[in-house]
């Protein structure tokens, strides 16, 4: 652009020039020099300013990354990708797995077999009966057979009537002996007798509040033999008070106050 700005510049002077007519052919040429040395200035400026343009494109290209030498190549950054990723996922999946197994209880050190659970807990069945099952303890049968009957405590039975769990209980006074059967489920009276007595002996009496609980008896039976519990009975026998278990394939007895084991007969 500044080229053809100088050229019509010179043209335009050498009209005024020559309609003037003012000059000499001297002059003429100097300000051809002067013109052709203006031309070369501007050529020289405009190839640096073409250099400085060409630089700085160069300066931005390699700002941007266009440069080969420190950008990574593609196939590399997948190639690193596809070796890391994969293996990592895979090894943080089974380290998962595994933890979630042991804190499953998936292990099978402290795991107790199945067979050895339903041995020590045998449970309830149309013929033996756990304690926990029993809606009502053998005190409460104690307390609403002694709401029916002023006398001392002679036996106490659990039993199992009729496919019926039930209590037994026997007392007698100074002139009277009396039994009642109570429901074990919601301590109803299912039968009751009385009749004369005039054998009352002291040496066969005792308090329940002595005894160690039946309910704990007869779980100590369970956890000795590993088998249901079909009845107990609670009664003095040569002086002491204990616990006659029947278990399904064992007969046990529990000494009453203190709670030990005894005998026990297969």
Request: proline content about 2%.
């Amino acid at each position: 652009m500044n080229k053809y700005r100088i050229a019509g510049g010179i043209l335009t002077a050498s009209l005024v020039m020559s309609a003037c007519g003012g000059n000499s052919a001297s002059e003429d040429t100097s300000e051809s020099e002067d013109v052709n040395e203006l031309v070369e200035e501007n050529a020289s400026s405009n190839e640096e300013d073409s250099t400085e343009v060409t630089n700085e494109d160069e300066s931005t290209d390699t700002a941007d990354g266009g440069g080969d030498t420190d950008t990574p190549e593609v196939d590399e950054i997948v190639e690193e990708s596809s070796d890391n990723t994969p293996e990592e996922d895979t090894a943080e999946a089974t380290n998962e797995d595994e933890s979630t197994d042991t804190s499953d209880g998936g292990g099978d050190t402290d795991t107790p077999d199945v067979d050895e659970i339903v041995e020590e807990n045998p449970g309830s069945t149309s013929d033996t009966i756990m304690p926990d099952d029993l809606e009502h303890k053998a005190s409460e049968a104690v307390t609403a057979a002694s709401e029916k009957f002023d006398g001392a405590l002679k036996t106490l039975e659990l039993d199992n009537e009729d496919d019926q769990w039930v209590y037994q209980v026997e007392m007698e006074s100074e002139t009277e002996e009396y039994e009642a059967t109570l429901s074990a489920e919601d301590l109803s009276f299912i039968n009751e007798e009385r009749e004369n007595d005039d054998g009352f002996d002291t040496e066969e009496h005792f308090n329940y509040d002595n005894a160690v609980a039946a309910e704990e008896a007869a779980q100590t039976a369970i956890d000795e033999t590993g088998e249901g519990l079909e009845g107990w009975t609670l009664s003095i026998e040569d002086g002491q008070l204990e616990y006659e278990m029947d278990m399904a394939d064992t007969d046990m007895t529990i000494n009453a106050e203190t709670g030990e084991v005894t005998e026990m007969d297969d």
